[in-house]
């Protein structure tokens, strides 16, 4: 039983524009969030988080939204440019146990267009 | 800061045949995990050692995987025997021992070949 997903394998956009990449979580004691991008031949880089207490956190062209009644998260890329053309994953962790633990998606596949 | 270090990068084994991944994680952070990334897949937690205390090893198999964390900093992760399953890359990560942090640096992998 998967517990994070990321439904959409891949996603192509214009330079320029908006990406939208999904997550979705089913287990209800998560209570943060990460997203971590991923080049090939190279480990995952931590990208931007947020916690359950919050709806949105922004950092630069990057902005993730959660909406727990939902258990959805979407990190949305502004402009996109493309050097940001990875793999994402999004992450879910319970923050009092197992301390820094966290549950992966599958990765969405972005690219970017020029 | 160096970054989170793995070797060997590539690994070819036949089936049945033993292999060791080393990571050293970055300098003071107490937490190290190692994942399992099948390709087309999300890392799965295989360990996870806070010092060298194993926390989570409940996706470890444990018939064939063995890892341990020397002192407290550098670990090592072992399969023997290996399966065609095995086929992955083997990510190493760690995290500073801080309340409320949960970020983790990878290491850049080793990709594990069972023919």
């Known amino acids: 039983d998967q517990q994070v997903k990321q439904n959409s394998p891949s996603l192509s956009v214009q330079e320029g524009r908006i990406s939208i990449l999904n997550c979705d979580y089913t287990?209800?004691?998560?209570?943060?969030f990460l997203w971590y991008k991923k080049y090939p031949a190279e480990g995952p880089t931590f990208l931007i988080s947020?916690?359950?207490?919050?709806d949105k956190n922004e950092d630069g062209r990057f902005t993730v939204f959660l909406n727990k009644s939902a258990k959805h998260l979407s990190l949305h890329i502004v402009p996109s440019q493309p050097g940001d053309s990875a793999v994402y994953f999004c992450?879910?962790?319970?923050?009092?146990?197992?301390?820094?633990?966290?549950?992966f998606g599958d990765g969405t596949t972005l690219t970017v267009k020029p | 800061e160096a970054g989170v270090a793995q070797s060997p990068r590539y690994k070819i084994i036949e089936k049945r045949q033993s292999v060791a991944f080393w990571c050293n994680p970055i300098?003071?952070?107490?937490?190290l995990y190692w994942y399992q990334q099948i390709l087309g897949q999300g890392p799965k937690l295989l360990i996870q050692?806070?010092?060298?205390?194993?926390?989570?090893d409940s996706q470890l198999p444990k018939d064939r995987f063995s890892a341990e964390r020397l002192k407290g900093v550098d670990s090592t992760l072992k399969i023997q025997p290996a399966k065609l399953e095995d086929s992955a890359v083997y990510l190493c990560?760690?995290?500073?021992?801080?309340?409320?942090?949960?970020?983790?640096?990878f290491g850049p992998g080793t990709r594990l070949t069972v023919l």
């Open positions: 050692f806070q010092n060298n205390g194993v926390v989570d």
């Open positions: 947020i916690s359950s207490i919050k």
């Open positions: 300098s003071g952070h107490a937490t």
């Open positions: 992450a879910a962790s319970e923050r009092n146990t197992n301390a820094g633990k966290s549950t």
């Open positions: 990560a760690s995290s500073p021992l801080w309340a409320g942090v949960t970020e983790q640096f």
């Open positions: 287990n209800s004691m998560f209570d943060y």
